[in-house]
């Protein structure tokens, strides 16, 4: 019996270059490593960020994802958009791979994500990201770190290569729910970090759970509200996620 892991990646808009607000993408999902071959997955996402006097933006993504191997699973997504009270549009197509690095085993299981995206409106160019992730059990905690790096090439606006991370602390408890917390953040140029005020921060607490549907499916969930730190931005971003793994 498979150990079901949660298919995720993160989609940060293109225009994070030129706005702080503009890297809180409701559809960030913290990314974990596969070890599955066979493993099949629908995967679906629905996010919402709210700021004091200002259209809430809300994304949506539909996902299919297939372990090709032990150490590959790969995910081709669609990600639509809705600002305020406007129409939902679709927004970018992507394919993103995540590769095991070291075996199941190790006391520090290290992967590495790659994702390519292709984004509709064709003046932010073509999305590139990469980066390592990392896992790490201690008991019933679970602990994951990542790094990415992310640039728009083709883009109409200057665009250099952007530093994000990723973590998450899940704690098993008895009952049907795990609790956990969850960071994002993007420290602007890689080389280069933004002022802290221009930074994007954003933690908070998160809910993990998974159901038995059949005899061999499993559907995964979690579902977190997060909260804008640092720059006195009084935002909220609420996130939530379901997968069928079979």
């Known amino acids: 019996m498979f150990k079901p892991k949660i298919a995720i990646h993160v989609g940060i808009m293109a225009s994070m270059c030129l706005s702080p607000q503009a890297w809180a993408d409701p559809n960030d999902i913290v990314l974990t490593n596969y070890t599955e071959n066979g493993l099949r997955q629908v995967d679906f996402r629905l996010g919402s960020y709210h700021q004091n006097g200002q259209p809430s933006q809300d994304a949506l993504i539909l996902g299919l994802g297939y372990g090709i191997s032990d150490s590959w699973f790969s995910e081709f997504y669609l990600g639509y958009s809705k600002s305020g009270g406007d129409a939902v549009n679709f927004d970018s197509a992507a394919i993103a791979n995540t590769f095991l690095i070291t075996g199941e085993n190790s006391p520090l299981e290290l992967g590495l994500y790659t994702e390519v995206e292709y984004e509709r409106d064709r003046s932010q160019g073509d999305l590139l990201m990469f980066g390592p992730l990392m896992e790490f059990e201690a008991g019933l905690t679970k602990v994951n770190l990542n790094f990415l790096f992310s640039r728009n090439y083709l883009a109409d606006f200057s665009n250099p290569m952007q530093l994000g991370y990723q973590w998450q602390v899940r704690r098993h408890i008895p009952g049907p729910v ?69």
């Not at 933004?194 to 908070?204: D, E, F, I, K, M």
């Open 178 to 246: 795990d609790l956990g917390l969850q960071g994002f953040g993007q420290f602007g140029q890689w080389d280069k970090f933004a002022p802290l005020n221009q930074q994007s921060h954003r933690l908070g607490p998160a809910v993990f759970g998974k159901f038995d549907v059949g005899e061999k499916n499993v559907l995964s969930y979690n579902a977190a509200v997060l909260f804008d730190a640092f720059t006195g931005v009084h935002a909220t971003t609420f996130k939530f996620q379901a997968v069928l793994s079979f």
